[in-house]
């Protein structure tokens, strides 16, 4: 693994920024390097010592910090997938309309499944006794509004 002389960098920078003429070329000579290198690494020993000390977040905040909402990001995810509120009276709503229209229970308990995941989706036997009672409800209705027509229909004669 390479690691930066971070040591040599400042020393590097102390004698670009020390004022005294030649103080580069010496360095250059003395640790084996370029004088533009010596340069770029003032530079970047000055930017990484005006970023500590400019009134920011330091850099070990700034780790907590996306630390913070890296878990954050994790937990809102995993919230995603609970965020459907299916209330158990559209769930009933919804069993008896999909059985209407052709679908047996399992394909029901399959989307319901689906929707709101293994956990908190019913079980066959349950969506098959919702199913019963909507039937039986609306058979009470029907029931109800076909004595209501013969009733009118046998009035007009």
């Known amino acids: 693994m390479y690691t930066i002389p971070f040591a040599s960098w400042i ?3 102390a004698a670009r920024f020390s004022g005294i003429r030649g103080a580069v070329s ?3 000579c003395r640790v084996g390097c370029s004088r533009q290198a010596i340069y770029d690494q ?3 020993v000055h930017g990484a010592v005006q970023a500590e000390y400019s009134g920011g977040p330091t850099r070990e905040e700034l780790i907590r910090e996306n630390q913070a909402l890296r878990s954050e990001n994790a937990q809102l995810w995993e919230w995603v997938d609970r965020a ?3 209330a158990p009276a559209k769930q009933q709503k919804f069993s008896a309309t999909a059985l209407a229209m052709g679908l047996s229970l399992t394909q029901v308990q399959v989307l319901l ?3 709101l995941g293994p ?4 079980s066959r036997t349950t969506i098959g006794r919702w199913v019963k009672a909507a039937g039986e409800a609306a058979g009470r209705v029907l029931k109800r ?3 209501l027509c013969k009733e009118l229909g046998t009035a007009k004669n």
Do not use: C, H, M
């Open 11 to 13: 020393s590097n920078a």
């Open 42 to 44: 003032a530079r970047k």
């Open 84 to 86: 459907v509120e299916y």
């Open 26 to 28: 010496i360095q250059a």
């Open 119 to 122: 956990w908190e989706a019913p």
């Open 145 to 147: 509004s076909d004595a």
């Open 113 to 115: 499944t689906l929707i």
